[in-house]
């Protein structure tokens, strides 16, 4: 079984991986490309940067160090278009945090962000279209963007020049990748979030579920809008550049409260911490952005030096408890899968993450700057921690079906009586004590057990007992619970107040021994019984479950010594009949 569950695991992980590999590879493809109808120009060439006093020519625009831009900043690109013909025609670009001013021989034909820097509000992340007059050949261009936040932007993005549906499709298919792991882990987390009561009340209370659709759900959401995918679906720029920086600064909560919730690692308590110091975190720059007193972009390094603190040292302790519980004889014994698909999934999401931080930072204080800064590894790494997730739930319901079913075979053996397979005392008693509503309690007697034990040994004792137990089964087909209490003694609990019905099944019980005492053997079926109901009237008030039982016992009793006097014909009819059994042999020699 242990072998068949390894091989089981092996194989979902690996169609797993395959399928990933598989999908991306086909994404990222260009075979599933559509042609442009214009040959797109990225304008990289002939370009003259100024940055106040200093000004230069760089061999390519997006090789241009301009340092980082802090408020009041102004860079200035001028340049001239290409002569070819491409009518209507548009320039792209992004910006970051900065008013945008585009001039054509002079003159002003496009601005951005002016009313919102007006207000003292935070400027969004921003692509433009700009369309360029028809007869915009070998005419001089000037792209003057002033930073708004302190350390705004670093580096200039790529200007694409060509027909506005090519450009248009060519960010799509370039992003296609991020663009369908981002609905996909939006769309799957918030399933997640909605199913999540449901299966919270049905996985004992296990939040970790809640946390796997919140940090699926702002990943997915980070990834839209960082690659501006979100904006392309909504035209809202300022609403998705605040959902990008909210979606990620409540990533770190997210995490460190899936891991605290889903109780399997020793550092539970920590993480619980810093899942409040993280929600705080969020929290608090989300109010001082909304009321405007401080915009949420000066909280960035903040925030990566955080991450990047709490990313190394979770991983340093998920590894340390993967080395301590991973030693073949205790993962083979507990078969613990579910956990390390967990731990495998945390380990690259957290890595990766923690991977892009490093590198955008070196990107926007380096030499290039971040406008070619990408998140690829941690959308690969959510991607792989949300497959991981999926075998962790999978392989978890297989566990927790594998725990119920031995927890109920182990109630089994403690609540079953070995010899006649019925509920044993200790069972009886509880199911007494749990007694509620109308209900019957019937006591019985197995008579002759003595008799037979002393006469014809324990074995043929054990057969009397083991039968009768079939035959109080069969005729107490709708009780609560039918068990021994020890001996001789038996018990049956009835639902229900039905003197009619109750009767009618102690005569099936009676026809039962009759027709298996109509066979050749020594055994003889015969009981005592008694019984008594929730609301007999022998009883003012209501009694306890105890009280009904004693007077079915002592009904039983009074049957008992009956059948007591007829033991002597019992005894008498035996002897006779080994007297007779004798005789024959006899006559026969």
């Avoid at 566990?399 to 927890?407: K, P």
């Avoid at 009767?503 to 009759?514: A, C, F, G, P, Y």
């Amino acid at each position: 079984m242990k072998v068949k569950t390894r091989v089981t695991a092996f194989l979902c992980t690996a169609f797993a991986i395959l399928i990933m590999t598989y999908a991306i590879y086909i994404l990222g493809s260009a075979g599933i490309s559509t042609a442009s109808r214009y040959d797109l120009v990225q304008l990289e060439e002939g370009w003259t940067v100024s940055r106040g006093s200093d000004i230069h020519t760089p061999d390519a625009l997006s090789q241009t160090s301009i340092g980082v831009m802090n408020t009041g900043d102004t860079v200035i690109l001028s340049s001239y278009l290409p002569e070819d013909g491409i009518v209507p025609a548009c320039i792209e670009f992004r910006s970051i945090l900065a008013t945008v001013d585009i001039y054509i021989d002079g003159e002003h034909i496009y601005s951005f962000g002016k009313d919102i820097a007006k207000e003292y509000k935070m400027l969004p992340k921003y692509v433009h279209f700009v369309r360029v007059p028809d007869d915009y050949h070998g005419k001089k261009i000037e792209i003057v963007m002033e930073a708004r936040e302190n350390n705004a932007f670093s580096g200039i993005s790529p200007i694409l020049f060509g027909n506005y549906n090519d450009i248009s499709r060519y960010l799509v298919q370039n992003n296609r990748i991020a663009l369908v792991i981002g609905i996909f882990l939006t769309v799957f987390g918030f399933i997640l979030v909605i199913l999540s009561p449901f299966l919270i009340i049905s996985s004992r209370k296990d939040f970790s579920i809640a946390f796997e659709g919140l940090i699926s759900v702002f990943m997915g959401v980070y990834i839209l809008s960082y690659n501006d995918i979100l904006w392309y679906l909504s035209d809202r720029p300022e609403f998705c550049t605040f959902i990008e920086y909210f979606s990620l600064f409540a990533l770190p909560a997210t995490i460190m409260g899936f891991i605290a919730s889903s109780n399997k690692f020793a550092t539970r308590f920590v993480m619980m911490s810093l899942c409040a110091v993280n929600t705080l975190f969020s929290v608090g720059t989300t109010i001082l952005h909304l009321t405007n007193l401080v915009h949420i972009c000066h909280f960035v390094h903040y925030l990566h030096l955080i991450v990047i603190i709490e990313g190394v040292s979770v991983i340093a302790s998920l590894i340390l408890y993967f080395v301590k519980n991973s030693r073949a004889d205790e993962f083979f014994i507990q078969n613990n899968y579910s956990t390390y698909m967990l731990l495998l999934g945390l380990i690259l999401f957290i890595g990766c993450s923690v991977i892009d931080i490093i590198k955008f930072n070196i990107l926007k204080f380096g030499s290039l700057g971040e406008a070619t800064a990408r998140i690829s590894f941690m959308t690969v790494g959510a991607f792989i921690f949300i497959i991981c997730l999926i075998l962790n739930y999978f392989f978890h319901n297989i566990e927790y079906i594998r725990e119920v079913s031995v927890q109920q075979r182990l109630e089994g053996l403690a609540y079953t009586d070995g010899l006649t397979g019925l509920s044993n005392r200790a069972k009886c008693e509880q199911a007494l004590a749990n007694l509620k509503d109308e209900y019957t309690i019937v006591s019985i007697d197995l008579d002759y057990l003595k008799y037979t034990n002393d006469n014809y040994g324990h074995a043929e004792g054990d057969k009397l007992l083991s039968g009768f137990a079939a035959i109080l089964s069969e005729s107490f087909s709708d009780a609560r619970i039918v068990g021994r209490m020890g001996g001789d003694e038996f018990i049956a609990i009835l639902p229900y107040i039905d003197e009619e019905r109750c009767k009618k099944d102690l005569e099936t019980m009676q026809e039962s021994m009759i027709s298996r005492n109509a066979g050749e053997g020594p055994i003889r079926y015969s009981a005592s019984y008694g019984y008594a109901s929730s609301d007999d009237p022998k009883f003012e008030g209501s009694p306890t479950a105890q009280n009904v039982y004693l007077l079915a016992d002592a009904r039983m009793y009074s049957m008992k010594k009956k059948h007591h006097n007829q033991s002597l014909g019992r005894l008498y009819d035996d002897l006779l009949n080994i007297m007779n059994e004798k005789s024959k042999g006899g006559a026969e020699q």
